[in-house]
């Protein structure tokens, strides 16, 4: 019995001194990270980030973006319901916890066990300012361990209506949106305390992911949103069934406001330049101090393709237009929509359409890649593929034919058999190289455009080819430079992508079968006087589609028309053809006359 009780003593000892020990070492790292971490206080002075100027190509101010401008709430200012539902939905158990909530991690971390996937996550509101005003995006566990002791200073260091504040004023909610007082004037003209539920659970719903949520983007993901968020708050317990149900039942009204942008002279390329940012370069750093950027847009150009897509677009139809510099991939013109303040949806990075027979390229490139060659011959007839059987436009066909005639012509039943012929692999494979990003299933229809792509992805394909087979992704910067003036990023020091997509002679084949469409094929009207063009048509089925994408030597421009719903426009591609020529024609005055390696002007 002695000896029991000495083992039961000996093991008890030895468990009170490692846990000792273990409780020791915390304190030490704890009280060596506490140290270089910032002071709690400094929450009070945080500012968002000060103002970002772009600039064009030839140092016009193109827009500013400058710091909130619709100031801070006080805690006594902040609306109760307002409060519950960014409770409800991003932290219930805010009043409960000290700022980490063990509970909710253990909660988040079976749920998406369970789900085999991140169905929730387990950051606190606390963590969330923490990370917002102190820290990055980093995911290190050095991150981590600094936002859990920052958070548990700021609880103990300031009120709970304090930190909700905090994070209601700082809190990222889209579209330039910095904190809630923002958002309900953007997107309700409205001031926070105007607000009703419906419009409440809609600025809440956007925390986790505002772009994604966006009402401006995704009106039925932000409505569903919306839904969730009412949910919660109904169980919760802060809203009746009946308030949740009624909520439900309104629309979403929005009602744009002047945001705390300065007017674009170019909005659809400056939204799509902010979207870029975040991507490209960590704000963060230099997010109190602001930034210059010089841009790749060439204003004079905007203005024409503005103008192009505006005198194309009638009976609803909408357009799209992008240019891009081959050599360079610097983006010099971009117009997503006929009218920017009707509609921010910027359909040309955004919008997934089908290419028509604009994506013949990738077949016709590969089958140059297998050792075909323009002049060979390729039987034009009418077949069928399994159950599938291809016709041409004009339903008629024309026996063996050169592979150029067969590409100037556009014929399905060609494209085709190239496609039965080379194989699905292979044409995924090189349209993956020239940046398709969709994954294409294995239909035949895939050959005539059948899988959707954007008009930027489809353009920059076309630029590879102008480029002699360097594929460059697509970029807004020439340069980025911070507050003191030293440039941080650079695109002639290497920083953007580029890579050798297709061979140089398999590049020039294809540029002089693209120079036959327009001289001699459906791109006749894109025929520019002592000019060399090369570009295709497209048309997807039913017309739902509308495109033409060609090239001079130094500009690459694809323009698309189509309904945002996807039906029949009762057109043709020439609709898209006329507005690359109207465009083209004045783009080209500033340009000097060049030609393509080894075309017929040599």
């Given at each position: ?415 085709i058999a190239l496609f039965h012929q080379i194989g699905f692999e ?50 807004p910067f020439e340069e980025i430079h911070d507050a003191q003036g ?117």
């Amino acid at each position: 019995m002695i000896k029991a009780y000495r083992n039961y003593f000996c093991t008890g000892t030895s468990a009170l001194m490692v846990g000792a020990s273990f409780a020791i070492f915390q304190r030490i790292i704890v009280r060596k990270i506490d140290g270089i971490l910032p002071k709690v206080h400094m929450i009070g002075y945080f500012n968002r980030p000060q103002t970002l100027v772009i600039l064009s190509a030839d140092d016009e101010i193109v827009q500013k973006i400058g710091p909130i401008i619709h100031g801070k709430l006080e805690p006594y200012q902040v609306p109760a319901l307002l409060a519950k539902a960014f409770i409800a939905a991003e932290d219930r158990r805010f009043y409960y916890h000290n700022g980490l909530d063990f509970r909710g991690i253990a909660r988040a971390m079976i749920t998406n066990m369970v789900s085999h996937s991140t169905q929730q996550g387990a950051s606190t509101i606390t963590q969330q300012l923490a990370r917002m005003v102190f820290l990055d995006q980093d995911r290190k566990i050095s991150r981590k361990i600094k936002e859990a002791i920052l958070s548990l200073r700021i609880e103990n260091e300031l009120t709970k209506d304090q930190i909700l504040t905090h994070y209601l004023n700082t809190i990222y909610l889209g579209s330039g949106a910095y904190g809630v007082s923002d958002a309900s004037w953007i997107y309700f003209s409205k001031t926070p305390n105007q607000l009703n539920l419906a419009e409440i659970a809609t600025i809440a719903g956007l925390a986790p992911a505002p772009s994604t949520y966006s009402p401006l983007i995704n009106g039925k993901l932000a409505q569903e949103r919306r839904s969730t968020v009412l949910g919660k708050m109904r169980e919760a317990g802060f809203i009746t069934l009946s308030e949740e149900s009624e909520a439900n039942t309104i629309p979403l009204a929005i009602k744009l406001a002047q945001p705390k942008f300065f007017p674009s002279k170019a909005p659809h390329f400056t939204s799509w330049l902010v979207n870029e940012l975040s991507h490209t370069y960590k704000l963060s750093r230099h997010r109190s101090n602001g930034l210059t950027i010089w841009s790749s847009i060439h204003l004079g150009w905007q203005k024409e393709a503005e103008k192009t897509i505006l005198n194309s677009t009638q009976d609803g139809i909408e357009g799209a237009l992008v240019s891009i510099e081959p050599g360079t991939g610097l983006v010099r013109a971009m117009v997503g929509g006929r009218n920017f303040n009707q509609s921010q949806f910027n359909r040309t990075y955004q919008a997934l359409r089908s290419p028509g027979s604009t994506f013949k390229i990738f077949t016709y490139i590969t089958a140059l890649i297998e050792g075909l060659q323009p002049k060979d011959l390729i039987l034009d007839t009418r077949r069928c593929f399994g159950d599938y059987c291809p016709k041409n436009f004009t339903d008629h066909y024309q026996g063996y034919i050169p592979l150029s005639t067969a590409f100037e012509n556009s014929l399905n039943t060609v494209a085709i058999a190239l496609f039965h012929q080379i194989g699905f692999e292979k044409v995924s494979a090189t349209a993956k190289k020239l940046g398709f990003k969709t994954t294409l299933p294995k239909v035949y229809p895939v050959a005539l455009g059948a899988s959707g792509e954007t008009i930027l992805g489809m353009t920059s394909a076309y630029t590879a080819i102008a480029s002699r087979g360097i594929y460059i992704t697509p970029t807004p910067f020439e340069e980025i430079h911070d507050a003191q003036g030293r440039i941080i990023w650079c695109y002639y020091s290497g920083h953007v992508r580029r890579k050798r997509a297709i061979k140089n002679s398999v590049a020039n084949d294809m540029l002089i079968m693209l120079q036959s469409v327009v001289k001699n094929g459906t791109g006749r009207l894109a025929n520019l006087p002592d000019r060399p063009v090369a570009g295709k048509t497209g048309t997807s089925e039913g017309a739902r589609d509308l495109w033409f994408i060609g090239s001079v030597p130094q500009l690459t421009t694809g323009v698309w028309f189509g309904y945002d719903n996807n039906m029949e426009t009762n057109r043709t591609s020439s609709l898209a053809t006329q507005a690359w020529h109207a465009y083209m024609e004045k783009t080209i005055q500033e340009l000097p006359t060049e030609y393509f390696p080894l075309s017929s002007q040599g």
